[in-house]
C-alpha cells in the first residue's frame, strides 16, 4: 500500500472531531471538510474501496479512509490531539496553500506552543509508522466481492 502525506492524518482527526462520518458495519460516509462532497468507503475483509481523490487517483488512504481506520482502532485515535484539529476547513486551506499539506497544517498550528506541537508531531509519526502495518489492499471496484 502507498503512504499517504502525513498531514492527511490531521484531516482524518478533524473528520472525526466534527462529527462528519457516518459509520456503519460494512461501509462509512464521509463529509468534506467544507460540506460540499460525500465520500463512501466500503470494505470487505481486508480490502478497501472509497471514491474520495487521493484513495483513488493517488492509489493512497485518503483521509477518509485513515479516519475509517481510527474508527475501527487499526490505528491509534488519541482525543488529546485531534481536539487540536476541530473546526479546520482542509478544502479551503489546502487550496489556498496549492496542495502543500505541510504549509496548511502550519497554518492550522500557529498560536500552538511548541510543547503541544512537539506532542501533536509526535502522535502523527506514531499513527504514521501504525499505518505502515495496516494489512489492507486499495481497490478502484465499488462493489466488493
Do not use: C
Request: proline letters at 3%.
Amino acid at each position: 500500500m502507498k503512504m499517504p502525506p502525513i498531514e492527511k492524518i490531521p484531516e482524518a482527526y478533524t473528520a472525526i472531531e466534527d462529527d462528519r462520518i457516518i459509520l456503519l458495519e460494512d461501509s462509512a460516509i464521509v463529509k468534506s471538510s467544507n460540506g460540499e462532497k460525500e465520500y463512501t468507503i466500503k470494505w470487505k475483509g481486508n480490502i478497501y474501496y472509497s471514491n474520495d481523490s487521493s484513495t483513488y487517483w493517488q492509489g493512497y488512504p485518503g483521509y477518509p479512509v485513515l479516519a475509517v481506520f481510527m474508527l475501527q482502532n487499526k490505528v491509534s485515535l488519541n482525543r488529546e490531539i485531534s481536539k487540536y484539529f476541530r473546526g479546520v476547513n482542509w478544502n479551503q486551506l489546502n487550496k489556498e496553500n496549492k496542495r502543500d499539506y505541510k504549509k496548511s497544517l502550519e497554518k492550522v498550528l500557529e498560536g500552538v506552543s511548541l510543547e503541544e506541537k512537539s506532542k501533536i508531531f509526535e502522535e502523527m509519526n506514531k499513527v504514521y509508522e501504525e499505518i505502515k502495518h495496516v494489512n489492507i489492499e486499495l481497490t478502484k471496484k465499488k462493489t466488493l466481492e
